[in-house]
């Protein structure tokens, strides 16, 4: 798409060069081809790297750009990104793709909905009531419990096993907000990524990145109702109990172990080999690894039981 | 129904003239075709005022009735009032009605499954697994994922977005209890009302009303996990993040905003703009708009904030 | 299968007779056709009395082995028993089977998936994208909403209710760790059992047992989002409102109340008529029957309150 279309789709003006844009992307991880946007002030040095060519900025921070910008101007710079996420959103289902592949051995349910552009690999069991999504890859030996659903795009590695219910690639939850109190729905233009050996448990949904890839490293395993914000990144043979959520663009590192009901806000990196006791509610990033934290807020796992003695003492 | 054949399948007697009866409702929303009914006394004023004229009450109530009444006097009105819902519910499936209408320029997938009775508007989408039951209505641009079910009376806006495994109009969660310890189903004869440009995430549930409505009003988004239960009415323009819960017949005004496991308890009214942190618990209700709250039990933000230091300084 | 096989399956030496397996359990509950495990020296006395005749110990155990047993030992039986499961696990699917048998007056839409070894009873309705698996038994009067998934080998009851997204019988969590932080598979070789009378919300998963059943007993309501672990067993006419989770093998009696965001722990024992108030923390058995508990850490409801304005008056 020429970058003077989507200053059109935004009714805003554009400066510089017309470009073919791809997609678009945060300002770092941008590439030549994408459309970069940034939204604050203290974004000027990132910006000033950036390895974008078009950039959707705040009038602040023309100054900043590189050299031979092309850019567009927004005053609400949120609104006008979200606005623009929909030009490079894909649609749920696309028919013009060429049929499935399909390898050696492999068991799909005359129930399930394979749709075009998917690859599955040899030995994969897909049973009765799964969906299948636009361009999904599913490697070999990989288990689909029945109505596990899985949206376009999304990638599955090898031995995996998702349990009846799941949901991959589901939109994560962003929205740009206007004055009047009303919210922009940001597409959600990115993927999922599960490596190999994953195990994920029933009533699960990993959300689709917004731009780059939510991604669930190898070995790890979810037990049942976990939920994954968009573009978190869980490092390998971690272990998950039921009912934990992970806030969006929350790193851990591998051999992590969260137990139930507890929860991280969103954009934390938490160190490997970091454990966490029940309904623990991580607000923080974690820096040093093999650590046992529990409570909300969040502590060490020792002073937290001395905590709740202290505080049952109140009482007396 | 005649009011007779009620009275007869609650084994007791009934006074006054006997009436055609269409469906039941709680004191204070009864037409004069709906079966009333009555627990405590406590509802002496009410009664006077209702519209109904056929009732189901204790005996303590039968001097505060309505002139020119007709009623069933129960020693157990809870139990009775459940075996009567279950005269006037109706089938999950109903299979005589006139085919499903669909708009123009729809894409149903083949293995969706669209009920008798349904109608629905153009450009919907509605992916394979989903489930569109018996009388269902889903206006303009309205995208249904894959393996969504949507119980039979429910109503969706336009512009709606309803992700993978969502759950719309399930029964709600409401039993009499007898003196013997088991639970006696009341039935659910309600439905669920999502408005315009309503976003539910992954995995979600949103139960049907027992009677009335639960609603969703226009612009709400929702991430995933969330339960809102019957008879709920969540306001325009409301955010709610992922595993939060919401209790039978609880009012959010507008523009509330929850953040992650926040839970409320049942009837509950909440004022517009209040917003709530990860985790809170609300079980009072909320007045004054604009509040931001934490904790549980529930208290102001900044209040929460300094307490949870002096709460960690008691173990020094 | 011979024990032989197993120990070749392992590759490790077995010592005593050859015996034919038939399936695996845990120490207390294994019988003369099945193979034991042992995993520490505490062991010692329920090795003595069981009834198994091949076991899977550790070294230290051989000696309070019963007389004529046949062995495995095994430097790390965590993992040896993990990798033992795998043999005594059955396919998701199994094709050689009957064709289901169903009773009288059933509605089963087109597009259920019903698998063979089927039986199910007289008046029951399964309805669209419900999956019912190989071997599993239905009783009369039971509704399966759409998209409900129940796995191989499942049993329930007669007048239950399933609402639409749940999974019954998908696998519970167990993995054994490695030195190297990976995580081997316990295969979960065991079913779910859903008495009479049962309602299951919506999106609830109820995990099958790692060897025999998990329980959920006659009259038992659940709303939605409950997960309920590998090997429970939940009593009679219990109440769990929404978002609840119960720990692996943990048993509860009968006519207990149990409210939203509520978790219990593993193995714990809960007496008859507990109750427990919305997010309750259980990490500990109850003897006595008949309390109301509030917390984390759990306490007396009473205590818990007045505890609750102690603190707020350290704010103070």
Chains 1, 2, 3 share one sequence.
Not at 32 to 60: D, G, N
Not at 84 to 91: E, M, Q, V
Not at 224 to 244: K, L, P, R, W
Not at 264 to 273: C, E, G, K, Y
Request: charged fraction near 20%; aromatic fraction near 8%; include cysteine.
């Amino acid at each position: 798409m020429l970058f003077s279309n989507v200053a059109a789709h935004l009714k805003l003006d554009f400066v510089g060069k017309d470009l073919e844009i791809d997609s678009m992307n945060e300002l770092s991880l941008s590439l030549p081809s994408q459309l970069a946007f940034a939204l604050h002030k203290k974004y000027s040095c990132e910006l000033k790297s950036s390895k974008a060519k078009a950039f959707l900025i705040t009038s602040s921070l023309i100054e900043h750009l590189p050299e031979d910008s092309s850019y567009i101007v927004s005053e609400d710079v949120s609104i006008s990104m979200a606005e623009a996420t929909k030009l490079f959103h894909k649609s749920p289902i696309e028919s013009n793709l060429p049929e499935a592949v399909i390898g050696k051995e492999c068991y799909i349910d005359a129930m399930a909905k394979i749709e075009s552009g998917v690859v599955i690999g040899s030995n994969v069991t897909i049973m009765a009531g799964a969906y299948i999504g636009t361009n999904v890859v599913i490697k070999d030996n990989t288990l689909i419990y029945p109505n596990v659903t899985i949206y376009r795009d999304t990638m599955i590695g090898s031995g995996c096993i998702i349990h009846a219910g799941s949901v991959i690639g589901a939109d994560g939850f962003g929205f740009s907000h206007t004055k009047e109190g009303k919210h922009i729905k940001i597409y959600q233009n990115g993927n999922v990524i599960i490596e190999d050996d994953v195990e994920i448990g029933a009533n699960c949904a990993i959300d689709r990145a917004i731009f780059n890839s939510t991604i669930i490293r190898r070995g790890t395993k979810l037990d049942n109702f976990i939920h994954i914000a968009h573009n978190c990144d869980i490092g390998e043979n971690s272990i998950f109990v039921a009912q934990t959520g992970v806030g969006g663009s929350t790193k851990l590192g591998h051999n992590c172990v969260v137990s139930g009901q507890s929860a991280f806000s969103d954009h934390l990196s938490i160190a490997p080999f970091s454990t966490f006791t029940a309904r623990s509610g991580v607000t923080k990033s974690i820096t040093d690894s093999g650590g046992v934290y529990s409570g909300f807020p969040l502590m060490n796992h020792r002073d937290w039981k001395r905590l709740q003695i202290r505080i049952a003492k109140l009482d007396q």
